[in-house]
Structure formats: structure tokens, C-alpha cells
């Protein structure tokens, strides 16, 4: 039998302590803040081995991340509010529900657009930690893209403050 895993408070909210299944609200849950908007992994100390899980929220003209390709399926779904996706060297405007599938390999960000927050649904595999941050024009016009090529994400964030854990805030999730 699976042992359920018990909640801790830790700042910024609940966190699974060690392994186990778990029930959590994900307003309730352990969020982080940065340079690249607000996010919940629902993760603790213990991480998810085989899927990454979490929801991104991004302010307008906010990037999630720097542009990357990847060998992982990663698999996105706007919750709410607009944003870019800046997929393969295009540029696509997306609103609540929309889906977005990538196959691995297929370079992509998104940036936070419209009057108010995105929050957006991310779920991808971990089978391989290999990543490339291409050099993009595209991306660097919204501050998500590296001057030069690189395969290591330290060079990638070189620039980039850690994160923070912070509170679920009123209005980021429907």
C-alpha cells in the first residue's frame, strides 16, 4: 500500500513532505516567484521522477523562460488571459484553452500579453536533461533569449535572481 505523503507549511505555502500520493489545492500550494513570473510544481523535497507538473503565471511583456528546444515532450494549456508563444522562429497569439503540443526538439517560450495575468498549465517529461537555448532575435525582442548558443542552462540564467517563495496571490488562477 502507498502511504499518503503529509503537507508541511513551508514559506509560500504546502509542500509534500517525502513520498507518497497527496491532495493539494494548488492555491494552497508552494509558489515561486522571479524574473520569470510566479509558478507552482506542487513538487517538495521529493521530486517528480518521470513528469514535470506546474502552472506559470505571467504578467504582460513577462517571459516564462528563456527560448529553448528540448528532448522532451512538453505539453502546454492557457488557463487564463493572453499570451505569446514564440514557437520555431514564429510568433502565435493564444488565449484560455488553448493547447499547445511539443514535440521534442521544438524551440518555444512563452510571453505574458493582454491587460492582466496568464496562467498557464505546463506538463512535460523528464526521460532527458539534454537542452538547447538557441540564439533567437525573435526571443531576445521579448527578453527570452540568450545572446549565443548554449547547451547549459547555468550560461543560460547566468543573469537570472533566484527565485522566491511567495504566497498564492488573489486573481493569478480562474
Sequence with gaps: MVPEAPLKRTDGGLVPEG???FVLNAREA?????EFGAYT?????????SIGLNIGVLEPGQPACMYHGE??????LVLSGECLL???????RLKAWDFVHCPAWTEHVFVGAGEGPCAILAVGTRLSPDVV?????LAQRHRAGVERETR????AYANVRDDVPVGYREGWLP
Design 133 to 137: 537555448y538557441p540564439e533567437s532575435e
Design 152 to 155: 547549459e542552462p547555468s550560461e
Design 41 to 49: 510544481r506542487f513538487e517538495g523535497e521529493a521530486r517528480f521522477p
Design 19 to 21: 513520498e507518497g500520493w
Design 30 to 34: 508552494r509558489w515561486l516567484e522571479g
Design 86 to 92: 514564440l514557437i520555431e522562429g514564429e510568433e502565435r
Design 71 to 76: 528532448d522532451n515532450q512538453e505539453d502546454f
